[in-house]
């Protein structure tokens, strides 16, 4: 017997949240409800009406509003997928909402595959050049000019990956934004002998649409604040 499709509800509807869209059947979900800065400006789409039926919420809005739309959208029941970026300081309001509520959530910074895959190959080099002291590492990244934090998000998680492996040197963080470019990011590691580099390129959003769409098939019925990479790796 077919499984009846799921309500997905979009918060922030720019390029991410119309590709989201596109590919939402593909992955069982009927998108039942769009939320953008016509409608929710001041959180006022937010309703028990708008979000009844409601099976997952996939954020992908703006920093400022993150904090605000978890709470609220948690209250209601709604589990989601986090895919904005730029509101870590602010991780405890957003997990303490997540207890309270008894909600499931995923985050990343990228839900690409490939940069996940990416992640743990980065950590594995900085584990293995950790006790060469005659190796400097950076971390660079650019994106396209209307991407709101800088540097992004999949970097400091990348250069936090680094740290968490025991490298132990400074690691020399840039970022450029240009144009309309999806995505790259590049670790370095450099000695007087030689260079060791990792770099991951976007083609487009629609792996990141994909990943989080996987996201969302996963949290359904799940509580608790998850990282996507235990989806793809467990």
């Not at 593909?26 to 998108?31: H, M």
């Not at 309001?93 to 990416?118: C, D, H, M, Q, T």
């Not at 190959?121 to 994106?143: D, F, M, N, Q, T």
């Not at 025991?166 to 260079?195: M, Q, W, Y």
Request: proline share 4%; net charge neutral; glycine share 10%.
């Amino acid at each position: 017997m077919p499984q009846p499709e799921r309500r997905l509800a979009i918060i922030g509807y720019g390029k991410m949240g119309k590709l989201i869209e596109q590919l939402a059947p593909g992955y069982g979900f009927t998108v039942a409800l769009k939320l953008d800065e016509f409608n929710n400006a001041n959180f006022e789409g937010v309703t028990p009406a708008n979000f009844k039926g409601i099976d997952v919420a996939v954020d992908f809005s703006i920093p400022g509003a993150v904090v605000e739309n978890v709470e609220r959208i948690s209250a209601l029941g709604v589990n989601m997928v986090l895919g904005t970026t730029g509101w870590l300081e602010h991780a405890g309001r957003i997990k303490a909402a997540i207890e309270k509520n008894r909600i499931g959530l995923v985050w990343s910074p990228n839900y690409s595959i490939g940069v996940n895959v990416f992640a743990r190959l980065v950590a594995e080099a900085a584990r293995l050049l950790a006790a060469e002291p005659e190796y400097g590492a950076w971390a660079w990244e650019i994106h396209h000019s209307t991407k709101k934090d800088a540097p992004s998000g999949t970097l400091l998680k990348l250069v936090d990956e680094m740290k968490a492996a025991g490298f132990p040197r400074a690691i020399d963080v840039g970022s450029n934004r240009a144009g309309a470019h999806p995505g790259t990011h590049e670790i370095g590691f450099d000695s007087a002998a030689d260079t060791v580099t990792l770099r991951h390129v976007a083609r487009s959003r629609e792996g990141f649409a994909r990943g989080a769409l996987k996201a969302a098939q996963w949290v359904v019925g799940k509580t608790g604040f998850h990282e996507f990479r235990e989806i793809l790796f467990s």
